[in-house]
């Protein structure tokens, strides 16, 4: 090949470099053998706990649920996972299809018009919803009422300093407002009123963005029902492993009238000669390979492939089964809640408030709870006190369908001993 | 072949999947929860079986290029092979099954793996340290630009402006944008390097950084960018690496000791963690010492083989996304860097180099060559010499879908007309790179014997060329509420 090339060897090819940057070597180990290397990142894997699903407790924006099998079975296929952003549509409609699939199912289970083809996760689809709004009202403020999650309300902050945009604690929006940004269920898993929430937003003239739980909205109202502009969320529930936390995926949503100014890649039907329908990437002229520093967000590669996962799940599940995983995680944490009030000491930390399969206990002695639980293989509750203030000896606990009535006994047994 | 959507494929009469029952006495959502919480019309999900849906994903898969049947030289991209131990490795449930919110103590295996890939990262740009938290490349530039903007204002120097070469990818200004500064743009020079000229008349004390990538993305070394580095430290901004074309010198140099401050590196490329159709990836970001207080937080540390997440970092700019970052796919290029070893990756620079000029050998009298070589791990053509034919980059990119080639990367960067950008890498034969030559030579044969074939290409694919300028319009009628088709999604007809 260096012949081919016209030159006598590999250095001929890299004299651009100024020698004084040339380096001998790289200071890491030599390579390894699969086998070896499959034995050094399981022997790191074998120091890790992973507590059984049954037994997970824990939730606060990563959850355990059945995953289907067929769900890795679409995903692991290498047409789908080592295919490239689909810059040649022709090429690449099976991932353009998949994606046209996935925004239609998430703009159908948030009822609004329109949903963009992913975002890297629940807290910066938030700022990306704010900083959709901060343009559509050219307004410098985003309020934010009560538990949003503390790692959004982070993201969002970082995100929204860097554009010059307030975030502030609160809950009446004013004149300098572009959004109320509130989670429903909020972090501690309870409900708040969307319904006012997004009519004191609008009365200020202000978007209303609600940050939703997917599943939740097999029986929750959703976004689209109750007048929101933008709905967001994470949607690792949706066929993802918790993985440490990632890579799962964020969603948006909106208006239509907001459509253009939607965050990263969409896509749309479009039609060859022969009147074939197609798929293609969309409204390009909103992104940065176009606009560059006008594009309505900087995103490009996103997080395509989780997004598959999620459409695989949702299409598995269909409506039906949906709101059946839905109705099973609300049961089971509504028996669970009721099983655990009754434990001595024990209370509701928000009696007044509703919840789904998430919900805020008051103990005394929270964390030891959690170090006993631990102890018994039980990945027990979330303690919210770290990030709360107020929230000393709260700890939250979620249910799904993986947690059996066995499960269920057991937490209480060890919790009782 | 084409494939209905699942939506128009279901069935009312397909049945939900077997789920678990609730077996606990407790109410129903609607005895607890007042009318204005519940959903009033079920979601219109589709209702398929699970043969259906398999079927379904299986043909949508066979309507795509991947890496793992074609070769796909998207400039820019690096569309390595990817390994599939790397799949494995991340499958562990020992990695997969970790939930985020556990104790440190039990996720020690975990942590470790991340401060090792810190460690890893660390040493082949050569930086002080490296976060793993931002989830892609872009993300990576914007969140060492907040880190570049805290770093100048704790020294209380409101610094406003950001340079970005004409050449530079689009998410270098729109990264740049999103922190709240103003993009002036530096032209390059007929060399294809950036003009020393054009930046010494746009520097000031008002810019805060430099954002370059090196090789540029025409596949040329910035040969004067140690000149570059003091030019700009001089005037007392950063100097940023785009590190999307890290895969030209692993081994050789190190974007640290050119005097880069801040350096970000897509594992979805380099460290070829898999691109997904579009995602995920991951974005790390390496800093020098100036840099290291203003990281995000948790960073990993490690005391007497203890790993902990630091969270008291008060220069922080804090965090960037949720928990610390994707960390299959650290696993993945984790992986790829133990099985490579330092030798392995400096292997795979030189072929990549290797490759690239090569191929560009190959094809140098069938297109334009705007800059001389040689090149580093990917080079831009031009199609310009076809324009009499009437044949664009376009036209030949379809003409290679035909010939079983993904195509290279088009129109892009901006600097050349007609640009083709292409990156073999180092993982293609050298068949493949005789037989992609041989395609672009037959399609050039073709531009001057039959330009109507080109014109017509793809013919061989799901679909032929789609008409995107009345997709434009069709969803301009949609939003203007002169059409019921959304076009960005489907919608079940009026009954
Ligand atoms: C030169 C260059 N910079 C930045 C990026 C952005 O990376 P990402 O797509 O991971 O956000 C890319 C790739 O798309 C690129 O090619």
Redesign the interface.
């Known amino acids: ?2 012949a ?4 006598q060897s ?1 250095d ?7 020698s ?4 001998k ?10 086998f070896e ?2 034995a ?12 059984p699903d049954r037994l ?1 407790f ?1 939730g ?3 959850y ?1 649920r ?1 995953i ?1 099998a ?1 769900v890795a ?2 995903t ?20 353009l ?5 996935f ?3 998430i ?3 948030t ?1 609004l ?3 963009n ?2 975002l ?5 689809a938030v700022a990306e919803a704010a ?1 959709m709004a901060h343009v559509h009202t050219g307004r410098n403020e985003v309020v934010v009422p009560g538990y949003l ?1 503390p ?2 309300m ?2 969002l ?3 929204s ?4 945009i307030k975030v502030r604690r609160g809950t009446e929006p004013g004149p300098k407002t572009a959004a109320v940004i509130f989670q429903q269920p909020d972090f501690l898993g309870l ?1 708040v ?3 006012s929430l997004t009519e004191s937003a609008h009365a200020a003239g202000a978007l209303a963005i609600a940050c939703v739980d997917p599943i939740s ?6 976004p689209g ?2 007048g929101a502009d933008i709905a967001v969320g ?1 949607g690792q529930q949706l066929g993802l ?9 964020g969603f948006i949503s909106c208006r ?2 907001l ?2 100014r939607l965050p990263g ?10 009147g ?3 798929f ?1 990437l ?2 390009a002229a909103r ?9 309505t ?10 997004a ?1 996962a999620a ?2 799940y ?15 995680s ?3 944490a ?2 669970l809640s ?1 099983r655990l009030a009754a434990l001595p000491g024990w209370e509701p930390a928000f009696p007044d408030r ?1 919840f ?1 399969n998430e919900f805020p206990m008051r103990v005394p002695k929270g964390p030891a709870v959690v170090r006993k639980l ?1 102890r018994k293989g039980i ?1 027990g509750p ?1 303690d919210v006190h770290r990030w709360f203030r107020e929230l000393k000896g709260v700890l939250t606990f979620t249910c799904t ?1 993986v947690n ?2 066995r499960a ?1 006994d057991e937490l209480v047994a060890a919790l009782e001993s | 072949m ?2 209905p ?3 128009e494929k279901s069935r009312g009469s ?4 077997r ?11 609607s005895q ?3 009318p ?13 079986s ?1 043969p259906e ?2 079927r ?3 043909r ?11 070769f ?1 030289p ?1 400039g820019s ?1 690096t ?1 390595k092979y ?1 390994p599939v ?1 790397n ?4 499958a ?12 440190e103590d ?5 942590l ?2 991340m401060w090792r890939l810190e460690r ?1 990262l660390s ?2 740009v050569g930086v002080e340290r490296v976060t793993l938290q931002p ?5 990576g ?2 969140t060492a ?2 880190m570049i ?1 805290a770093y100048h204002h704790s020294r209380g120097d409101a610094r406003t402006e950001v340079l970005v070469p004409d050449s530079a ?3 270098n ?8 500064f103003h ?1 002036v743009e530096v032209r390059s020079g007929r060399d294809g390097r950036i003009s020393l000229a054009d930046l010494e008349s746009k520097l000031s004390p008002s810019v805060a950084a430099l954002m370059l990538t090196n090789p540029n993305t025409l596949g ?2 910035e ?1 004067q ?2 000149d570059i580095a003091e030019m700009v430290h001089a005037t007392g901004a950063m100097l940023y690496y785009d590190g999307a074309n890290l895969n030209a ?6 974007p640290g ?2 005097g880069f401050d801040a350096v970000h590196m ?1 594992l ?1 490329k380099t460290f070829t963690t ?8 991951a974005g790390p970001v390496g800093v020098k010492a100036d840099l290291v207080p203003f990281l ?1 937080t948790p960073t990993v540390e490690r005391t007497n083989g203890h790993l902990t997440l630091d969270f008291k970092r008060p220069k922080s ?13 650290l ?1 993945r290029a ?2 790829y ?10 292997q795979a620079s ?1 072929d990549a ?2 490759s690239a ?2 191929l560009r ?2 094809v140098e009298d069938d297109l334009e060559m705007p800059h001389d070589g ?1 090149c ?1 791990h990917e080079f831009v053509a031009s199609a310009r010499n076809l324009a009499q034919d009437g044949i664009k980059a376009l036209d030949i ?2 003409a290679l ?1 035909d010939r079983d080639f ?2 290279p ?1 088009v129109y ?1 960067p901006l600097v050349v007309p007609e640009a083709i950008m292409v990156e073999p890498t180092e993982t293609e034969s ?1 068949a493949t790179l005789d037989a992609f030559g041989a395609a672009i030579k037959e399609i050039v044969a073709q531009a001057k014997t039959n330009p109507q074939a080109l014109h017509d290409a ?1 013919q061989t ?8 300028v ?3 319009r ?2 301009n009628a ?2 203007q509420g002169q059409s019921d088709d ?6 079940a007809a009026e009954k």
């Open positions: 090949m260096l081919a090339i016209g030159v590999m001929e090819l890299l004299l651009d470099i100024p004084s940057l040339r380096i070597a790289l200071e890491l180990p030599a390579g390894l053998s699969e290397t499959m050094e990142i399981a022997s790191l894997a074998a120091r890790n706990r992973v507590f997970t824990r606060g924006g990563v355990r059945f289907p067929a079975a679409v692991s296929k290498p047409e789908f996972y080592t295919a490239y952003t689909p810059y040649q549509p022709e090429a690449s409609q099976g991932t299809q998949a994606i046209f699939e925004q239609t199912l703009a159908e289970l009822a018009d329109v949903a083809a992913s890297y996760d629940g807290a910066t900083m999650h790692e959004y982070e993201v902050r970082v995100f300093e860097g554009r010059g409900l009123d969307a319904r909205l097999a029986i929750l109202a959703p029902e109750y994470e492993s918790p993985s440490y936390g990632g890579p799962h995926v239509k009238e459509v253009r890649r969409l896509v749309g039907t479009a039609y060859d000669k022969q074939r329908r197609g293609t969309a409204l992104e940065q390979h176009i606009r560059r520093e006008k594009a967000s900087n995103i490009c590669t996103n997080h395509s492939l989780c598959l459409s695989v949702m299409t598995y599940m269909g409506p039906d089964g949906l709101r059946q995983v839905a109705e099973v609300f049961k089971r509504h028996a009721e509703q789904l631990a990945l979330l369908e059996d009535p269920l | 084409t494939e959507l699942s939506f397909a049945g939900p999947p789920l678990p029952d609730a077996n606990v006495t407790a109410p129903e959502p607890l929860l007042g204005e919480h519940i959903r009033s019309k079920a979601p219109g999900l589709p209702r398929l699970e849906i398999m379904h994903y299986s949508l898969a066979s309507m795509n290029y991947s890496i793992s049947e074609q796909y998207l991209c569309m990817n131990v799949e494995t490795a991340a562990l449930p020992g990695f997969a099954g970790l939930h985020p919110y556990q104790d039990s996720v020690q295996g975990a470790e793996l890893a040493a082949v989830a892609a490349g872009a993300h530039e914007w630009l907040r903007q990818h689009g998410t200004p729109a990264s740049a944008a999103l922190s709240g993009v040329l070394f040969r960018i140690l010198f692993m081994g050789i140099c190190r000791d050119m897509n979805h898999p691109h997904g159709g579009g995602g995920p990836g995000p700019i804090g965090r960037v996304r949720t928990f610390y970052g994707n960390f299959g796919m696993v984790y992986a860097i133990v099985a490579m070893g330092g030798d392995g990756l400096t030189r180099v290797l000029n090569y050998k190959q040689p580093m990119a379809k879908l993904y195509a990367t892009f050298k793809p694919l799901p679909v032929g060329r789609l008409d995107e009345a997709a434009a069709r969803i949609y939003l959304p076009v960005l999604r489907w919608k």
